[in-house]
């Protein structure tokens, strides 16, 4: 199988009302302002964040998994405003399965507005298409229904419950497995 994606030129996408573009350390103190806050953190699996040097150790994550092959997060940028509010993209890419899990944030003050549901049409797309994934996974708190309607509307299904499957902020946590084939996807 081909993987056109190419992990020395990071790919800028673009939508009516967002530009998709890799996240720099100029970004650290937006990152910070996303990933300090409580009521954004609180679906993330980590505590919310509290030094601008933690938002630098993330872009550097991001950058690093970029670099090798592992994942890819774009910064979702209001073109209107040229203002970054929030991550979007892939991580625990595994080639050989041709899949990866997808993650997405967003700042409170930009929530419902419908940027998650522009921002998924063109990652998935991107995912099918230049990543050569067959299937993409999402895991969710339970509780985080603007999350779980967001991946239904896109045509991902509930697959299950996945019981005390990760250590988020010290507690084992249950996450609900979804998934989007890229056979359902074709049909769309």
């Known amino acids: 199988m081909i993987d056109n ?3 020395t030129i990071f790919p800028k996408l673009e939508t009516d009302r967002l530009i998709l573009k890799e996240i720099i350390f100029q970004d650290a103190a937006s990152i910070f302002h996303i990933f300090s806050n ?5 679906y993330y699996g980590q505590f919310p964040m509290k030094s601008i040097e ?10 690093d998994n970029f670099k090798n ?6 910064g979702i940028v209001l073109k209107e405003e040229n203002r970054l509010i929030g991550t979007c993209g892939y991580h625990n890419w595994n080639k ?32 099918y298409e230049v990543m050569n994934l067959n299937r993409i996974e ?33 507690i084992y946590q249950d996450l ?3 998934s989007l084939l890229k056979k359902d996807w074709l049909k769309r």
Do not use: C
């Open 5 to 7: 994606h190419d992990h």
């Open 38 to 42: 409580e009521e954004t953190m609180k």
């Open 54 to 63: 933690e938002a630098e150790n993330l872009i550097k994550m991001f950058d």
């Open 69 to 74: 092959d592992k994942g890819i997060r774009w």
């Open 96 to 127: 050989r399965h041709s899949r990866a899990e997808l993650g997405y944030e967003l700042s409170i003050d930009s929530w419902g507005k419908g940027y998650i549901k522009e921002t998924l049409r063109v990652i998935i797309k991107y995912a």
């Open 138 to 170: 999402a895991v969710v708190y339970p509780e985080n229904a603007a999350s779980i309607k967001s991946l239904i509307n896109q045509g991902f299904k509930k697959e299950g419950v996945l019981e005390e499957y990760a250590f988020f902020r010290n």
């Open 176 to 178: 609900i497995m979804f």
